[in-house]
Structure formats: C-alpha cells, structure tokens
C-alpha cells in the first residue's frame, strides 16, 4: 500500500480592493477595452507541440490578457439575489512560464483572479497581489516577475476604475 504525505503551510496574502465612483457596466467595459481576451489559438500551437510559432505569438501579446471570466451575478440568481459580479482571470502565459520554470507550483495563483463586483459598498475590484501570493515560494526569479505583474495589474485595474 502506498503511503502519502499531506503538508500544510501557512501563508499570508495581501487582498487589495480598487473602490470605483462609476456604474458596474462603465467599469466592466473600461476593463474589457483595455486589457483584450487572450486568442485560445496559442494553446492549440502549444498542445501540437508548434512552440517556434507559440513563442512568437506569446511575444506579441500585451502585458495582461483576459484568459476567461465567470458572471458569479447570475450564479447567484438561483439563491434568489440580483448581484452583480464578474470573476476574470487575467495575466500573460509568457509572464506565467518566467516563475513556473523557476518553481511548477507558481501555476497555482497563474493567471491572477480578479473580481468586478457592485455590492452595497459600491463599484469594486478585488484581487490577491501577486507579490504575496507568489512570494511564499521563497524564489527570487519568481518574487521580480510577480512584482512586475502585481505593479501591471493594479495600474490597470486603477485605469479602468477611473
């Protein structure tokens, strides 16, 4: 019978929250004519192995890229609430592969989870920074890549936001 081994580490993770005066939609669509939807064709090249041409394409790609988003707003319909709520996954796979050939496990917190949400304290963005989330590795190739991430994305969040 195989044995396994469970290890459990306590980290501590920075939440940030970007208040925004606008309306949800204005705010949606300031984020989503900024950073633009990642071309799902990449991973095709990389899935048959075309990593010359991937290489080219990632090389191309700007900073951050939605790579795909969640409407938690209307998930929550079947509880009977009316929310408004959009979870987006945004980074850069190139970015991503600058700390995972350094430690596998950065692939956990890559791409970055971000959280468009109207709630009774108004207009919103919520995400965990990057510096902390990869900084429990411990690595300094991956904590340099993630502090360039983390400095990217709330630049963009705080744009959108205004």
Same mark, same amino acid.
């Given at each position: 019978?195989?044995?396994?081994?469970?290890?459990?580490? $306590?980290?501590?993770?920075?939440?940030?929250?970007?208040?925004?005066? $606008?309306?949800?939609?204005?705010? $949606?669509?300031?984020?989503?004519?900024?950073?633009?939807?990642?071309?799902?064709?990449?991973?095709?090249?990389?899935?048959?192995?075309?990593?010359?041409?991937?290489?080219?394409?990632?090389?191309?790609?700007?900073?951050?890229?939605?790579?795909? !988003?969640?409407?938690?707003?209307?998930?929550?319909? @079947?509880?009977? =609430?009316?929310?408004?709520?959009?979870?987006?996954?945004?980074?850069?796979?190139? %970015?991503?592969? $600058?700390?995972?050939?350094?430690?596998?496990?950065?692939? =956990? /917190?890559?791409?970055?989870?971000?959280?468009?949400?109207?709630?009774?304290?108004? @207009?919103?963005?919520? /995400?965990?920074?990057?510096?902390? %989330? !990869?900084?429990?590795?411990?690595?300094?190739?991956?904590?340099? @890549?993630?502090?360039?991430?983390?400095?990217?994305?709330?630049?963009? =969040?705080?744009?959108?936001?205004?």
């Amino acid at each position: 019978m195989a044995s396994k081994t469970v290890d459990i580490q $306590k980290i501590e993770v920075e939440h940030v929250t970007i208040h925004s005066s $606008k309306d949800f939609d204005a705010v $949606k669509s300031n984020l989503e004519s900024m950073i633009p939807r990642i071309d799902d064709g990449i991973f095709t090249l990389l899935r048959h192995r075309e990593t010359t041409r991937a290489l080219r394409e990632l090389e191309a790609l700007p900073p951050l890229s939605i790579f795909g !988003f969640r409407d938690h707003g209307a998930a929550v319909q @079947v509880a009977g =609430l009316q929310r408004l709520a959009i979870q987006y996954d945004i980074g850069n796979p190139l %970015t991503a592969t $600058k700390m995972t050939r350094h430690r596998i496990s950065a692939g =956990l /917190y890559a791409p970055i989870r971000v959280l468009l949400r109207e709630d009774s304290d108004g @207009v919103a963005f919520e /995400y965990d920074r990057p510096i902390s %989330t !990869f900084g429990q590795f411990g690595d300094p190739d991956v904590h340099e @890549v993630a502090r360039n991430l983390d400095r990217d994305l709330q630049a963009v =969040l705080e744009s959108a936001a205004s």
